[in-house]
Structure formats: C-alpha cells, structure tokens
C-alpha cells in the first residue's frame, strides 16, 4: 500500500498545492492553468480577509440567490460581473486597439437579432419622443478612408429609460433599433431620441450589494452602436451623452472618454438634437497577415 505524501493532505499552509495537486495530468492544458491560478488567487483572497464562517455562508446564500434571479430574460450574474467591473475588464484584453480605432464597451443586456435595415435618414422611433436626435458621421479606417458596406446596428431606451424589450406592452416591437448600412461615402445619418439615464435592475441580490457598498445602480445616457465590415474588427460599443450626471461613476464602468460624444440643440425644424461620431474600424489580423 502506498503512503501519501505531504502535499496530498490538506494544510491551512499547503492549500493551494493539496487543491491543485487534484487536477488530473489528462486535464486540457488552458483549464489546467485557469483553474489552478482560480484556486491560488480565491485561497489568497481568503487568507488576506480571513474569511469568517459568517462570511462564507453569507457568501454562498448571495450566490445562490443571484442564481435563483436568472431566467430567460434576466442574467444577474453577468449583472454582477458588470457592477464588479470584470465584464469591462475582459472586454478591454480581448479588444485591444491601435491608437485612434473606436473603443469597445460592454454590449448590454438588450441587444436583439433581426432588426429591419432602414434607408439612410430614416426615423428608428416608432413611440413618439419630444427629444428628437439626428445621429450622423462617418464610418473609416484607421487612415480616415471611407469604408462602404460598413453595417451599423443602433438601439437605445426610450424617454422613459426603457428598451422596447422591457415594455413588449407598452412599445412597439423594435422601437429605437434599426440597422444601416454606409455607402461609398461611408457617411450614416438616422433619426432617433436623445437617450437618457436609466438604472440597472436593482431589485435582486446585485442591487441590495450595490446599496450595501453606497453606489448607486445609474448608467450614463448612451446610443448603443455595432459597426462590423468583413475585413475589420466589430466595434461593439456606446456613444455617451456629454454633461451627463453619471459619466464618472458607470454602475457598470462602461464610460471611455473616447466615447463622449457632443449633442447640440438644434433650433428650428422637427429636430431637437443632434450628435456626430465617427467611427474608426481596425483591420482584423487575419486580414493584415
């Protein structure tokens, strides 16, 4: 019979090498080295606070009640990544840019498939909305040339700050989304609302954690944008409402000061605002090799 060895029992010491020593020599190599620096960084956050049972049960109970919130049309977990800053974070490492390319954000919970594709111009606001906005710019690449064919799917909340997908009773399917797509001016014009700023749900485990912790559950006004071309990386992203209240203080950390896009009044005529950005498409690397 064979002795185990030190390292196989488990020590307040030798946590991390009793856990880690468990992954089978089989195991796929990239969830070998995840899981094994998961372990080592959760055992040192646990040894840095000296976790109290009180704590972990605490914990665990909040874990399971922001599963026991997500259904089809609710995800509290990434919600919680979001308002803990990790979503931000995984998008920027894997949406690294050369200066001067149009900066990612988070994609928000409200994006829909099968939007209809509107001639240039046209009016995305099916509710009525007294803050009417001209949307407008160009879509090039990073040496200013203009792209054709760049595909740009927009969609924002309503005067309220509800998406159309929140109040299926309310608005009209679709209301304050549309799809375009540049011609050889790589020029887009659309007619939306000047969105506003809204609160992330906060009626489960994430909001009473924001509350505990003094943060308020406010996003910044924001114009949702995906401009994607074959050839180029898909810039998924916002456009912010400059001047607003909570441009520094995100509940989900999506603002980049790249992003702050003007909104100038507008006298005269049915337009009540009007916002420019241009958007700026990096090469893929499978297109540069």
Known sequence: MTRATTLEYF?????????NGRIGADTDPRLAHVMSRLVAHLHAFVKDVSLTQPEWEAAIGFLTRTGQMC???????????DVLGVSMLVDAINNRRPTGATENTVLGPFHVDGVPEYPMGATITKAGGAETCLF????????GAPLSGARIDVWSD?????????Q??????HNNRGVFVTGADGRYSFRGIKPVSYPIPDDGPVGQLLDRLGR???????MHFIVSRDGFDTV?????????????????FGVKESLIAPFHRVTGGETKWRSEFDFVLNRSAATKA
């Open 11 to 19: 020590t307040e010491a030798g946590s991390v090498a009793a856990v």
């Open 236 to 252: 998924v992203t916002h456009t912010f409402v400059a001047g607003d209240d909570y441009l520094t203080s995100d509940a989900v």
């Open 158 to 166: 309503n005067e309220d700050g509800f998406y159309d997908v929140q």
């Open 71 to 81: 259904d089809g049309n609710r995800q509290e977990f990434i919600l919680l990544s």
């Open 136 to 143: 407008e710019g160009r879509v090039t690449d990073i040496d």
């Open 216 to 222: 308020h559950p406010w996003r910044p006004a924001h």
């Open 168 to 173: 299926p009773d309310v608005q009209p399917a």
